[in-house]
């Protein structure tokens, strides 16, 4: 049984021990749910890979409470320095060289001689986090390759029985993961994936950050990139201007007549924000529904391109790439 605790000053202090003493603990960040292992104890990083039934290993990023705290697990350059004070707390990862002397287990790192760190913005996280004193891992708290949480339910529906406790901090503020930065070489800043801090965000600190031209591209150097993640159980079309009677569809700016026997529509005054916060919950909504009714297919509208919208439209592309046959979802982290 997992144990579902309130995000209360004793809830906040159960979630603590357990971490402490090498468990698993779902926790509500400002972007979606981790599943949080003390970074530190190889065998509490494996019971992640474990719990999210994921065959392959991949880097996890540790989280922190403080920038000050991250930066004694690698070597922050001017420009980490620089994004820190921007964005921290809040939806950044920075991808940086480990410190000598890091305490980070290899298999959280996956042997990389890089570290991926980030210091989230939630309250409740960084109350947690105080309290641990420690790294914590965490990667999003759904079985490998599904749809990430952005409710303690969501966790629940997820990995209930698999993982110690869930902390309930309600719903994800962002709604989508953070944004990863390559900083590992400061010459070449490099954006691995697209998520709460926009790519406008980060021009008006760092002018020439690099864009990997495909997403293939980026998995070379971002080994949980892989195409496939984010999926639905029904197969998901994109930039479909209408919907068949037989499909749900995912809706985005002012509702128009529809055919489709079930809609979500993710903002309908065309907020990229709301539309973010949103987009989990209606895939899986959707999803439910939608198989319930015997609908065959989820169709998606057409998102827009600038700001948030190249995070949704990342994570939309993701859902909607071929699957491995055997369902097992081993193609993201
Ligand atoms: O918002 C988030 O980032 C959430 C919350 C829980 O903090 N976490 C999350 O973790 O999305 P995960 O494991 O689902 O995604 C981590 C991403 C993966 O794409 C992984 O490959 C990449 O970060 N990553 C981690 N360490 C890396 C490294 N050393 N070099 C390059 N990429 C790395
Ligand atoms: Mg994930």
């Not at 985005?252 to 065309?270: D, I």
């Not at 909504?285 to 609908?295: E, F, P, R, S, V």
Request: hydrophobic letters at 40%.
């Amino acid at each position: 049984m997992t144990r579902r605790l309130d995000a209360t000053e004793s809830g906040i202090a159960t979630a603590a021990s357990i971490l402490r003493a090498g468990g698993l603990v779902a926790f509500g960040t400002e972007t979606v749910y981790g599943l949080g292992a003390d970074a530190s104890q190889p065998q509490a990083v494996a019971r992640i890979f474990e719990a999210k039934n994921r065959p392959r290993f991949n880097p996890l990023i540790s989280h922190f409470a403080h920038a000050q705290a991250a930066f004694q697990q690698v070597v922050p350059n001017a420009l980490a320095h620089r994004l820190a004070q921007a964005f921290w707390p809040g939806p950044l990862t920075l991808i940086l060289p480990r410190a000598p002397g890091c305490c980070i287990s290899d298999l959280a790192a996956d042997g990389l001689s890089t570290l991926a760190v980030r210091v989230p913005a939630n309250a409740v996280a960084r109350a947690l986090l105080e309290q641990v004193d420690r790294p914590i891992a965490a990667p999003s708290a759904n079985r490998s390759g599904r749809i990430s949480p952005v409710d303690a339910t969501h966790v629940l529906e997820e990995l209930d029985g698999r993982i110690d406790a869930v902390l309930d901090s309600g719903p994800c503020t962002v709604g989508l993961e953070s944004t990863v930065v390559d900083l590992s070489d400061p010459q070449r800043p490099c954006l691995l994936r697209p998520g709460g801090i926009t790519l406008e965000e980060l021009q008006a600190i760092c002018p020439h950050i690099s864009l990997p031209q495909t997403t293939s591209d980026a998995a070379p150097h971002s080994p949980g990139r892989l195409i496939s993640h984010y999926a639905p159980h029904l197969p998901v079309r994109l930039d479909a201007l209408q919907a068949q009677p037989d499909e749900a569809l995912l809706a985005f700016g002012a509702p128009r007549p529809t055919n489709a026997p079930l809609v979500w529509n993710l903002s309908p005054t065309g907020s990229l924000e709301e539309a973010a916060a949103r987009l989990f919950t209606g895939l899986r909504t959707l999803d439910h529904k939608g198989q319930a009714m015997g609908l065959t297919r989820i169709a998606v509208q057409p998102i827009p391109h600038h700001g948030l919208g190249r995070a949704i439209q990342d994570r939309l592309n993701r859902a909607a790439a071929p699957r491995p046959q055997d369902g097992t979802g081993d193609t993201a982290p």
